[in-house]
């Protein structure tokens, strides 16, 4: 059994740490154009409102971390990228986990960025780890690392193990250790492959034994296309977080999501007398009250 590792990230004027004994840290997916055809709109008419706002309602509600992608089709993602990160940045001192898979935008969002980033994500395909990882060294950035290669998503854990491998020893390669390297067995949806989420759960406990770093994977894709997702998402977070995930990316803002991150962290020795519970609790209740009057 690895060690386990500390990745630390940071804005200007806050330090994240994520560490396997702490409290799960949450990365807010809601900044991102795909699937979501409010948010594509409002950044074809260069719009950030909508932007600001999923900002500070994703940290109010507990994301310590934002993912922020700025990928809508035609546009120049990189002018793009840097304009919805000033946005966030505006608002909220929470750090970014930039999300692009454009080496141009990588290369333009990184030098506007005052901390240690996020960088999502470099995967094992060699143009991939070739055009990625050097950005990650020359900032001092983290860096998420998909497991999938020039033969696409392996079908076994034991295969996504050997991936997350590479990754991380191209990366100690370039100077880059090993705690600044986020694994992500990824995460496709159990509405096609009744294995799917099998083989993610299974990774991650490898990824774990083996290498003891971090561990993110974007927890939502789990139910695509399944009815009530609310329900598959908020079970398949807490098994995620007992084998061994702790930065996911998700939508805090959906109560069945946020409160089985919060009671899985208390389950597992997280949460010091039930503090973050308790508050949790609390907030909730105030929230249900200010609407009854
Ligand atoms: N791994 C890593 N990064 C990722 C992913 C991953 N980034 C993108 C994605 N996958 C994670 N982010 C999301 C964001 C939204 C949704 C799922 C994953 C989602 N959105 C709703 C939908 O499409 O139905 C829309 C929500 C709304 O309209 O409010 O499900 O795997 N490293």
Same mark, same amino acid.
């Given at each position: 059994m690895a060690e386990h590792l500390t990745t630390i990230l940071s804005s200007q004027s806050k330090t994240v740490k994520i560490n396997r004994l702490n409290p799960t840290v949450i990365i807010g997916?809601?900044?991102?154009?795909t699937g979501r055809k409010v948010m594509l709109e409002a950044l074809q008419q260069g719009n950030f409102d909508l932007v600001r706002k999923d900002a500070l309602s994703q940290v109010a509600a507990g994301a310590s971390v934002l993912d922020v992608n700025a990928g809508v089709p035609g546009a120049d993602e990189p002018a793009l990228l840097k304009q919805v990160m000033q946005a966030v940045m505006e608002v909220t001192d929470a750090p970014l986990c930039i999300d692009t898979n454009n080496p141009s935008a990588l290369a333009a969002a990184l030098p506007l960025y005052q901390g240690k980033a996020l960088v999502n994500s470099v995967n094992g395909e060699e143009h991939s780890l070739n055009a990625v990882l050097p950005l990650v060294k020359e900032h001092g950035a983290v860096v998420i690392g998909l497991c999938m290669d020039d033969s696409g998503i392996p079908k076994t854990a034991q295969e996504r193990l050997a991936v997350a491998a590479r990754i991380i020893e191209r990366a100690g390669r370039l100077g880059i250790p090993v705690e600044d390297v986020v694994i992500d067995p990824l995460t496709l949806t159990?509405?096609? &492959?009744?294995l799917a989420g099998r083989v993610t759960l299974d990774t991650v406990a490898l990824v774990v034994q083996e290498f003891g770093v971090n561990v993110s994977m974007g927890?939502?894709?789990?139910?695509?296309?399944?009815? &009530?997702?609310k329900y598959v998402n908020a079970t398949f977070i807490a098994m995620a977080i007992q084998a061994g995930v702790t930065c996911p990316i998700t939508n805090p803002l959906v109560m069945e999501v946020i409160t089985a991150i919060l009671a899985a962290d208390l389950a597992l020795g997280r949460d010091n007398y039930a503090m973050r519970w308790i508050k949790a609790y609390r907030k909730r209740a105030a929230e249900v009250s200010d609407q009854s009057h």
């Open positions: 997916e809601r900044i991102n154009p159990m509405g096609s &492959d009744s927890a939502s894709n789990v139910s695509f296309g399944l009815p &009530d997702r």
